[in-house]
């Protein structure tokens, strides 16, 4: 993997105000707004609302970073750009690997902003190996996100791509119980939303403070990512043998 | 692979070599059994209508598309390892710009992929976009993003460029500036290959013009080849008391034309034609050879025998 290639793109990335606002400002502004509503209180099983809100919105953020990302792919194939990119020594394998680490690297800043500031002024207080559960937990967890991204890349037109992009963060924030609190939801919407991927992401940080599933939350995750995987394997297989 | 044979002894040296190239869309044969050698140094000018097969050509040549039948060999590799070797370097027909990102960074990426990011500067002063290095691509006028995908051409300052339609959106001056830039590069004996719909532009910058047509070559040769092999030469020439029948006769001629005592002779050969007519007739005089341009070289050669569906 050529590393200033990837350096350049982040900053391509990061420097993006869209990307900002909806990735990694978004998310900050509402924990901070739910932090004042629910931020002194605590669910029925013990997990403090603010180490809650604090993990949904990291991962949130992450996870709208890492989709967006991979699915830029569809941006770059409209722009023609990636013909031009097939004119560089990088083979196809290696640019979607690379949209892969850069979907992953781009999910950092939300996570770090939402934990500092939970930590700071959201009274979240947890030890050493809670926090590496919060942050660098939460961003592992990431990983089917980031390939998702790329699966969905490889198909999406230019258009489709960013109403796509909005309307998977939409549906996985909501039906993940990011927005609103799976312990608070009837049974029936309780298994709607643990069909998600995104309710095991937030599953996997909350392991940290007692109210979540870590092992069904990895083992969810990983089909996930598999799976993924694979349909962006097949698909660029397919492109290849068009061409 | 239908050929399996070695190329022969100058392709082995060539810079392009291309051996029974077959391309197909459906029922569509883009490129239908094309054979070229192309020297190294050589400046050659892809013509021929919409449709022709040029496009399709270039991207093989590239190894972008893989052909049906038949190979394609840049210095000796294949296209994608002459790619990775950097030894080939394109100018693509359409896009390949993102908006979002400056000049300097779309250059900065491809230069980076090349391992050439020490030469950024060199590249965007060489292809005259260090003005507007700074600004993001989408604020670009068409010329101006046409000198970018130069640039990109120029990252591994490859030994082959290919050039797909390089000057469309550019205004004259512009062009004018283009075509400057692309002789000083090739003045160290590189080699060019443009696919043009412009026959000026092949006319002033080709040593040699292939037209394609249907995906087939229907002539390959230089200019000045082209142009006679097409339409040869007319010779106007005054003539006092000289027969039609007595001018055809000579040899060279094939038609004539007489009005008064001037002779209009369409000739293949003028220069036998000539010799002929004043060793023939001293009283020969206000002799007039004119060319036919290539556009006319160009439609007689293009021009369809039967009108496509």
Not at chain 1, 66 to 93: C, D, F, K, V
């Amino acid at each position: 993997m050529n590393v200033r290639y990837l350096l350049l793109e982040t900053k391509v990335v990061l420097r993006n105000s869209r990307f900002l606002v909806f990735t990694i400002g978004l998310p900050a502004v509402l924990f901070l707004i739910y932090l004042g509503l629910f931020g002194d209180q605590s669910f029925a099983d013990g997990t403090p609302a603010a180490a809650a809100l604090m993990v949904s919105m990291s991962g949130y953020g992450a996870m709208g970073a890492a989709l967006n990302t991979g699915m830029g792919i569809a941006l770059e194939r409209g722009y023609g750009w990636l013909r031009q990119l097939r004119l560089t020594p990088m083979s196809g394998w290696t640019y979607l690997i690379t949209k892969a680490v850069l979907a992953m690297l781009v999910g950092i800043p939300a996570i770090g902003l939402v934990s500092g500031l939970g930590a700071v002024v959201g009274g979240v207080h947890l030890d050493a190996r809670q926090w590496l559960t919060v942050t660098v937990g939460v961003w592992l967890a990431v990983l089917p996100f980031a390939l998702l991204g790329v699966a969905i890349g490889q198909y999406a037109t230019p258009d489709s791509a960013q109403t796509m992009g909005a309307a998977l963060m939409m549906v996985l924030g909501l039906a993940g119980g990011m927005w609103f609190p799976p312990e608070i939801v009837p049974a029936w919407m309780l298994h709607v939303m643990q069909a998600t991927p995104s309710y095991w992401l937030r599953a996997v940080g909350l392991s940290a403070v007692g109210g979540g599933d870590a092992a069904t939350g990895v083992a969810v995750l990983g089909a996930w990512a598999v799976a993924a995987a694979l349909v962006a394997t097949r698909r660029y297989r397919a492109d290849l043998a068009r061409a | 692979m239908t050929n399996t044979l070695a190329p022969p002894a100058v392709a082995r040296g060539a810079a392009v070599h291309i051996a029974g190239l077959v391309k197909h869309y459906g029922p569509v044969r883009a490129v239908d059994g094309v054979d070229l050698v192309i020297a190294p140094g050589e400046v050659v000018a892809l013509l021929g209508p919409n449709g022709a097969g040029k496009s399709t050509t270039v991207d093989l040549l590239l190894g972008l598309i893989t052909p049906d039948a038949g190979q394609v060999t840049i210095f000796g590799r294949t296209p994608r390892e002459a790619v990775v070797a950097g030894a080939v370097g394109a100018m693509l027909q359409s896009g390949a710009l993102r908006d979002n990102l400056t000049v300097a960074e779309t250059v900065g990426e491809i230069a980076a992929l090349h391992h050439r990011s020490g030469r950024l500067a060199e590249i965007l002063a060489k292809a005259d976009v260090a003005d507007f290095a700074r600004q993001k691509c989408s604020k670009l006028s068409g010329g101006q993003k046409q000198r970018v995908r130069f640039a990109l051409a120029l990252v591994s300052e490859p030994d082959l460029l290919l050039l797909d339609e390089p000057t469309v959106g550019m205004d004259v001056e512009v062009r004018r500036r283009f075509w400057a830039s692309m002789r000083d590069y090739t003045v160290g004996g590189r080699t060019v290959i443009f696919a043009t719909h412009y026959l000026d532009e092949a006319q002033e910058f080709a040593d040699r013009v292939v037209f394609l047509r249907h995906g087939k070559v229907v002539a390959d040769g230089g200019i000045a080849e082209i142009r006679a092999a097409a339409s040869g030469r007319t010779v106007g020439v005054t003539v006092p008391g000289v027969t039609a029948a007595e001018l055809a006769a000579l040899p060279g001629v094939d038609t004539v034309d007489v009005r008064e005592d001037r002779a209009s002779l369409r000739c293949h050969d003028s220069d036998a034609a000539l010799r002929a007519i004043f060793d023939r007739y001293r009283q020969a005089h206000d002799v007039e050879v004119t060319a036919a341009g290539l556009e006319e070289a160009f439609l007689t050669l293009t021009a369809d025998e039967e009108p496509r569906p």
